[in-house]
């Protein structure tokens, strides 16, 4: 398969299955910190669809700060609209290397985020709702003025937590009740992403693509039971989505 036919696939993928997941994988930008006081605002859209931005500041000569989000406001073609918001802080070490343009960059960040997914279950109908927060170490490393000065590329590899506080409501049961029930979990993930930037000496377009795997560690449910048809536990699975892209416009300020 080539890339354009890998391309056509995720795009696809994406547009089939937006909005039917809690979590997944972030369009944060991979900044390149330079030097101190380079500062780099990057803000668009993914494909879910969610609004996302990063801000990411040189505070010294090795340390950076990098402030994250995004939201999913709502869609349309739902009697309730999907409501998704995630914030994330890091604070992390930065090496430029004049020689060859090389930066590595690793950071070590929290987020707090809200999430629903209407008709997760269709069997049992029930809107699934709650908060999660992440724990997570990001390492990056990336080329900048490849060829000429206004390319760069950069990889990077998210490790880390989540902690999530779910419930399913209105699940109907053969008998037609209602009830609720309540997810507490804990799970790993692990998140590669690619940053690609094109434009001009400050102003650049930025095409960020990036996967997630997820595994559930710890898990305290409260299930009911609906013996009739069989069902002495609710087959849950988390509702992540693997694959995401953004695309974004970057901006450079430097001291």
Known sequence: ??????????FISVLLFNGCAIYY???????LIKEKKELRVDGG???????NGTVSYGLTDKIAVQLSGNLM?????????????????????????PTNNWTKELYVGIGTGYSTDYDYDHYHSGTLLGDYQIYYVQGNI????????????AFGLKL???????????VYTHIGQR????????????????????????????????????KKIISTNDHYS??????????????????????SLNYRFSK
Not at 25 to 31: F, H, L, M, V
Not at 142 to 153: A, N
């Open 1 to 10: 398969m080539n890339l354009n036919k890998l391309i056509i696939l995720i």
């Open 179 to 214: 009830v609720e029930q309540k997810y507490n979990e804990l799970g790993a993930f692990i998140e590669p992403a690619i940053s690609i930037k094109l434009g001009g000496e400050r102003l650049m377009f930025n095409i960020k693509p990036s996967y997630c795997y997820m």
């Open 73 to 97: 406001p709502g869609a349309a073609y739902y009697s309730k609209p999907l409501f998704q918001y995630l914030i994330n802080g890091a604070v992390g070490l930065y090496k430029y290397n």
């Open 160 to 170: 880390g937590l989540i902690n999530s506080h779910l419930s399913v409501q209105d």
């Open 226 to 247: 609906d013996q009739v048809r069989g069902y002495s536990d609710y087959n849950y699975e988390y509702p992540y989505f693997p694959f995401g892209i953004g695309f």
């Open 25 to 31: 994988p972030q369009t944060t930008d991979i900044p």
């Open 45 to 51: 859209i993914s494909l879910f669809p969610a609004i």
């Open 142 to 153: 990336g080329r900048r003025g490849i060829k000429h000065k206004f390319f760069e590329y």
